[in-house]
């Protein structure tokens, strides 16, 4: 698969280790998110040769292929909702929520942003800098740690919800003799 994660600086680690770790979340600052919007405009105008480097190079191309449909609409809303971080973190969240329902753990989110970010150098050229990848790297950081935590919450959540249903009905016990 290429260099799915060499070199790319995201490492896949589930919720739990980003947790215990006490790793401050990443931060986007101004010049990232420039930097983001600058390259996306680029990015946007070769995002079939983007899309179609992510299918050969990833996982997407066995039985997901319809998903990389959603993983490229999900990054181009989140560079839309740069400005806006509150709803960015929403999407995130819910997303990650979701991700609990159709049991996709986090252990393998980061796979996607170093998978994008191989797909978009050879798009990008000349215009692929440190200060770039930093930035992409800051912002995939940024939203699968929030998605990290929509699924904990989701976890949480399905798992206080099964205690609270076996605690309300006590008369409900296997009775067959």
């Known amino acids: 698969m290429g260099c799915a994660i060499s070199g790319s600086g995201l490492t896949p680690r589930t919720a739990e280790s980003r947790h215990t770790e006490d790793e401050a979340p990443a931060r986007l600052t101004p010049d990232h998110i420039q930097l983001i919007r600058e390259s996306w405009k680029v990015i946007q105008e ?14 997407f191309s066995s ?3 319809g998903l990389l449909v959603y993983v490229m609409s999900f990054i181009e809303k989140s ?4 400005d806006q971080l509150e709803r960015l973190e929403t999407l ?6 979701s ?3 159709y049991n996709a753990p986090p252990k393998y989110y980061g796979y996607v942003g170093a998978e994008f970010i191989c797909a978009v150098r050879p798009v990008l050229k000349d ?16 939203v699968t740690a929030i998605m990290e ?7 949480r959540s399905r798992r ?10 006590p008369d409900k016990r296997n009775t067959a003799i």
């Open 92 to 97: 995130a969240r819910e997303l990650g929520r």
């Open 79 to 82: 560079v839309a909702r740069l």
């Open 127 to 142: 215009r692929w800098t440190p200060e770039l990848e930093q930035a992409w790297q800051t912002l995939f950081q940024y």
């Open 46 to 59: 070769d995002i079939a040769k983007v899309g179609i480097i992510m299918f050969v190079r990833s996982e």
């Open 160 to 169: 206080s919800h099964t205690l609270t249903s076996s605690k309300q009905r």
């Open 63 to 65: 039985s997901n292929s």
């Open 149 to 155: 935590d929509g699924y904990l919450e989701e976890e």
């Open 99 to 101: 991700h609990f329902r």
